[in-house]
Each structure stands twice: as structure tokens, then as C-alpha cells.
């Protein structure tokens, strides 16, 4: 069973800092994804990150994977309150249509 | 628009008693997902379908069933309903493409006690 581990489990920041999130794992992923999950909805992806190194931006989001393809990270600069919510990462494998997540990072933003 | 939607969106119900939950998607997705949401686990997958009557078990699937007769639809039934499958349940549905990065979509989730 491929595992995902995410860090740190909980965060809570001043709008205005900066902030990274983990992804990882002993397993090698084909692909891997970021979900940003808010109360009461279902996680909207935010990212698909393919290729050894990759570096993708979504305004002051930065994502990257790790050159092994085991490990991701998440930075946020510049924090919001819109920011706060639960990020999930998660991983496939080979030609695999299922994934694996993470087990969750809460972000709080404090105004 | 296209959409995925759950029913119902909240279920208290009973130690022993048959549960079905249901999972309704616009997009003519062939894949299928149920997961579970719990504290400190992220989601987990119970169980998922590539196409009309394929199903698959996933890493927690002891106690649920489901069953795939159109593209549109796939219930997820807990045979005989126990307080662990006190949860948060989260359907979610992605296209078949030719790489293994398909975006899943996911619908707002059903909150089950089990009382």
C-alpha cells in the first residue's frame, strides 16, 4: 500500500506570512496532485504536477515535485483568510485511475 | 452545467439497519469513486467502478457494496450500518484519458452517523 504523508497536520498563521506544506512518501507516483478542501464541500483540485522537478504557480500558490517523483511541497506566499481550508495531496501510479491521499494539512489564516 | 451530486446530504441512522447512499453525476464520466473522510485520514477509497458493471474494491471496503448499472449513478450500500462508519462520505467521478492524471470531481459529500 502506497502511503502519502502530509506536514504538518495543522497550521495556523498571520495573514501576511508565508507557509509550506509536505507530500511524502517512500513510493515513486506517476503524477501528483493538490486539492484544496473548504467546510462542508468536496476537495477542487488545484494542481497536476507531472514530471520530475516540476515547478507550477497559481498566483502566490508554488507547487513542486520532487525531482525522485516521491515528494511535493506547497508554498504559499503572502497568506489570506481566503487561503484557510484543507489542502490534501494526492498521488497515482502507472496508468492507475485511483489516487492516494494524503492525510490533510488544516491552514487557518488569521486576519 | 455538469455536476456531481449526493443524497442525502445528512443520515442519522441505526446500529444493524441497511444503509444507501447515493451518488449522481452529469459529466458521462466513466470513473467512480466512494471514499470516506475521517479525522487525521484524509479520504480513503472504498470503492470505485471503471465503467457500467465494473466495480473494484479499495482499501477500506469491509462492510460496503456498491453496484454500476448506467454511467450516471453509483449507490454505495453499508449492508448492515456500525458506529466506525460514522464518517463523512465523498463520491467522486473522473474521465478515462490516456495519462493517470485525470482531475476528480467531487460532489459536497454525505455526513452518515451511526448511532
Not at chain 2, 487525521?40 to 457494496?65: A, C, F, M, P, W
Request: aromatic residues 10%; contains cysteine; charged residues 15%.
Amino acid at each position: 500500500t502506497q502511503l502519502l504523508e502530509q506536514s504538518p497536520q495543522f497550521l495556523s498563521i498571520q495573514e501576511g506570512e508565508n507557509l509550506t506544506v509536505y507530500c511524502n512518501s517512500s513510493s515513486v507516483f506517476s503524477s501528483l496532485q493538490w486539492y484544496r478542501q473548504e467546510p462542508g464541500e468536496g476537495p477542487v483540485l488545484l494542481v497536476t504536477v507531472v514530471t520530475g522537478g516540476e515547478v507550477k504557480k497559481l498566483k502566490r500558490l508554488t507547487f513542486q515535485f520532487g525531482d525522485a517523483r516521491k515528494d511535493s511541497s506547497l508554498h504559499i506566499t503572502a497568506a489570506q483568510p481566503g487561503d484557510t481550508g484543507l489542502y490534501l495531496c494526492a498521488g497515482a501510479s502507472g496508468s492507475a485511475r485511483q489516487l492516494t491521499f494524503g492525510s490533510g494539512t488544516q491552514l487557518t489564516v488569521l486576519p | 452545467d455538469a455536476e456531481i451530486t449526493q443524497s442525502p446530504r445528512h443520515k442519522i441512522t441505526e446500529t444493524g439497519r441497511q444503509v444507501t447512499l447515493a451518488c449522481h453525476q452529469t459529466w458521462n464520466h466513466n470513473n467512480m469513486f466512494w471514499y470516506r473522510q475521517d479525522l487525521g485520514h484524509g479520504l480513503r477509497l472504498i470503492h470505485y467502478s471503471y465503467g457500467v458493471q465494473d466495480t473494484n474494491k479499495g482499501e477500506v471496503s469491509d462492510g460496503y457494496s456498491v453496484s454500476r448499472s448506467n454511467t450516471e449513478d453509483l449507490p454505495l450500500t453499508l449492508e448492515s450500518a456500525a458506529s466506525s462508519q460514522t464518517s463523512v462520505y465523498f463520491c467522486a467521478s473522473s474521465e478515462i484519458a490516456g495519462g493517470s492524471y485525470n482531475e476528480q470531481f467531487f460532489g459536497p459529500g454525505t455526513r452518515l452517523t451511526v448511532l
